[in-house]
């Protein structure tokens, strides 16, 4: 099943928000592509900074604090490169940003449980040159049903000075299992 217009109406219908979202290229074998959610009563602006990536992101820009900062989000599929424009882009523009998605990126350095990939090592040099920091907690985002796998796939990113405003990080764990 691939995502498209009448799929991600009915899909991701929830009361008292918006959706944006992006389909997965039609070429691909797999998954749906990215979405994100946004409550109602949130003032935000899609943008397209990272349209011409040919990457699976959706993002937005809204006031946070009386700043603009941007909400990405971002799918890396198994067996592609990470993309440093993207934090590049964000740090170099010294923009507030959180960039939350599956980056297919695993290192234990930011907890990961099971194997490391490329993708982990490139994302450590990522959050070093751009300054940015892991907001999750050690605590798994993927687990395959049925298994005792687990593991942190999922990632929320932003620079140090705004993840240390930041409240609270949760994963919604009666969705997951």
């Known amino acids: 099943m691939k995502l498209d217009e009448n799929r991600a109406n009915f899909f991701f219908k ?86 939350c998605g599956d980056l297919n990126s695993k290192t234990k350095s930011i907890g990961c449980l099971n194997d490391e990939n490329e993708n982990g090592k490139k994302l450590e040099q990522i959050l070093i040159n751009y300054n940015g920091q892991v907001i999750n907690k050690i605590e798994p985002t993927y687990f395959i049903l049925g298994t005792q796998y687990k593991e942190i796939l999922d990632l929320s990113i932003c620079p140090p000075l705004l993840a240390s405003t930041l409240s609270s990080f949760c994963v919604l764990k009666n969705s997951l299992q």
């Open 14 to 99: 929830f009361i008292n928000n918006t959706t944006i979202y992006k389909p997965r290229p039609i070429n691909s074998n797999h998954g749906e592509g990215v979405a994100m959610l946004i409550r109602s009563g949130i003032d935000f602006v899609e943008t397209n900074i990272f349209s011409n990536l040919n990457r699976e992101i959706v993002e937005i820009k809204l006031k946070l604090a009386q700043r603009d900062c941007f909400i990405l989000v971002y799918y890396n599929p198994p067996n592609t490169e990470l993309s440093e424009v993207v934090f590049k882009t964000l740090s170099d523009a010294k923009l507030n940003y959180i960039v």
